[in-house]
């Protein structure tokens, strides 16, 4: 009988695409994927990846085991999910994917207050900015500032946020407005509505610090770096200054989404209404 552990590999291969990749998704060495997949090469009889070149390529064979494989942990997430809501108490683990900034300036405070209230419910904050997988439970719970389309998910608008134009006092004071540069996003989020509108109020003038995360950016206008576009809840309280630019202000909604088949779950529930009630 083939060992699911084998196929769990194979699987986080396929999704990741190198053996570093799934190595890190799974927490093992990556010798341990490669020793897998081997195993279940052997056990199958059949060559699953072509091992040439950094990124693994599947064969024919290794995609059809694969999206089998895909379909199994599809499975027993629906069965776990299942063993959330048999159990009717305020007692368990629940997952939240958000925004790193967000999390971490937003959903603090009102999840202390919920751990007040439920002190059985324990909390699991992801915050990144790759979207983790509702479907594989890599999170229970997901803050989103695009609506999630695909799955089997409930999905809720629960607030909006507002972006403005902030550099620190000295700057504004005595940087003429012709002369600004800007702090921004590396390329990865180059296609964010708020970095494209940065580009827009730069109007050819350098964005000359880019980042990958917000709270660089913050401490960066906050040290006199230049201009940046960032959400009004990171920039509240550090004494910044809002800049006048031509144009409107960018909005951008915030959406909550939980698997269809737990969102009445009471753990779950207190934690999506601990959310929206932030």
Do not use: N
């Amino acid at each position: 009988m083939l060992d699911w552990e084998d196929l769990r590999h194979l699987l986080a291969l396929s999704r990741m695409g190198t053996l570093s990749g799934a190595a890190r998704a799974l927490g093992v060495e990556h010798a341990t994927v490669s020793r897998r997949v081997a195993h279940l090469e052997q056990e199958i009889g059949a060559k699953l990846i072509d091992r040439r070149g950094r990124r693994i390529q599947l064969t024919a064979e290794g995609e059809r085991v694969a999206a089998i494989a895909e379909r199994m942990s599809a499975d027993a997430m629906t069965i776990e999910r299942g063993g959330i809501g048999a159990d009717q108490r305020h007692v368990g683990e629940v997952r939240i994917s958000a925004p790193p900034a967000y999390a971490g300036v937003v959903l603090a405070a009102p999840l202390v207050r919920l751990r007040q209230r439920h002190p059985g419910i324990r909390v699991t904050v992801i915050g990144e900015t790759r979207y983790a997988s509702l479907g594989r439970r890599e999170a229970d719970i997901a803050v989103r500032l695009s609506r999630p389309e695909s799955g089997d998910l409930t999905v809720r608008k629960i607030g909006e946020l507002g972006f403005h134009a902030y550099a620190a006092p000295c700057y504004a004071e005595t940087t003429d407005e012709r002369d600004w540069t800007f702090v921004g996003y590396d390329e990865a989020m180059a296609s964010s509505p708020q970095e494209e509108r940065l580009a827009e109020i730069a109007g050819g003038r350098p964005i000359a610090i880019r980042a990958s995360t917000l709270e660089f950016q913050l401490t960066a206008v906050k040290a006199g770096g230049g201009v940046a576009l960032l959400p009004d809840f990171i920039a509240a309280g550090h004494g910044l200054t809002q800049l006048p630019v031509e144009g409107a202000a960018i909005t951008r909604d915030l959406w909550l989404a939980v698997h269809t088949d737990i969102k009445d779950v009471p753990l779950v529930r207190a934690v999506t209404d601990a959310l929206c009630e932030r």
